[in-house]
């Protein structure tokens, strides 16, 4: 079983930032791609960004040019930082392992942390 920690949400008003940060369980963090999903409230959970184990990253159109995702693989954190956020931009957040390719990632483990929730008031 593997474990998620995801911490960093809060409040802010639109047009602030926050960084958000993940520490997953296991040996294996450096050589899985990592990705952040968001659910925001009644709306399926979805993928916004993703960092590869050699560190490339891509966004979904909605986020790109805002947020900026990176790892940290000594200790097994990913990170999410979050500029210019929308009030759009609210749900709770999440990490996990990823499998796939390009445009077609999906998650690695069916288990998931209890995300951190991010408000942004307009």
């Known amino acids: 079983q593997v474990l998620f920690v995801e911490s960093g949400g809060d409040s802010v008003q639109s047009g602030g930032s926050l960084r958000l940060s993940c520490t997953a369980s296991?040996?294996?963090?450096?050589?899985?791609?990592m990705g952040w999903y968001r659910r925001a409230p009644g709306k399926q959970r979805a993928l916004v960004a993703v960092?590869?184990?050699?560190?490339?990253?891509e966004y979904a159109d909605s986020v790109k040019g805002r947020f900026t995702i990176s790892r940290d693989n000594a200790k097994n954190t990913v990170y999410l930082q979050m500029n210019s956020l929308k009030p759009e931009d609210t749900a709770v957040y999440y990490c996990?392992?990823?499998?796939?390719?390009?445009?077609?990632?999906?998650?690695?483990?069916?288990?998931w942390g209890q995300g951190t929730r991010v408000t942004v008031s307009s």
């Open positions: 960092i590869t184990s050699g560190g490339n990253p």
């Open positions: 996990n392992y990823l499998e796939g390719y390009s445009q077609n990632y999906h998650p690695a483990f069916d288990s």
């Open positions: 296991g040996s294996v963090f450096s050589i899985y791609t």
